[in-house]
């Protein structure tokens, strides 16, 4: 079992930022985020590998947000700047141990004026 501690979320103006963390209580393989915004499915935003590091963006946040990791913390992050009121949602990790996947409890982000 891995449980997920996500954080970082809020109220924000537009072309603001923010930062998500995702703390895992065990080492993963891999680290994600998704979100879901009002009346919509779950979708990708970004996701790393915990060996190597190699990164991966949804073409609607590429430039404007940065997934990174901290093995020794087996902490993710999620740097997101230039933010936009589609950028609205709930904000989830989903990680991936021994091909097995580990979802947190999502933290809201917010952007308005």
């Known amino acids: 079992q891995v449980q997920l501690v996500e954080s970082g979320g809020g109220l924000v103006q537009p072309g603001g930022s923010l930062r998500l963390s995702c703390a895992a209580s065990?080492?993963?393989?891999?680290m994600s985020w998704y979100r879901q915004g009002p009346g919509k499915e779950r979708d990708f935003v970004a996701s790393?590998?915990?060996?190597?590091?190699?990164?991966n963006y949804a073409d609607s946040v590429k430039g404007r947000f940065t997934i990174s990791k901290d093995n020794a913390k087996n902490t993710a992050y999620l740097q997101m700047n230039n933010l936009k009121s589609e950028d609205t949602a709930v904000y989830y990790c989903?990680?991936?141990?021994?091909?097995?996947?580990?979802w947190g409890q999502g933290t809201q982000v917010t952007v308005s004026s």
């Open positions: 989903k990680v991936v141990r021994a091909f097995r996947a580990y």
């Open positions: 065990r080492s993963t393989d891999f």
């Open positions: 790393i590998t915990t060996n190597g590091g190699s990164t």
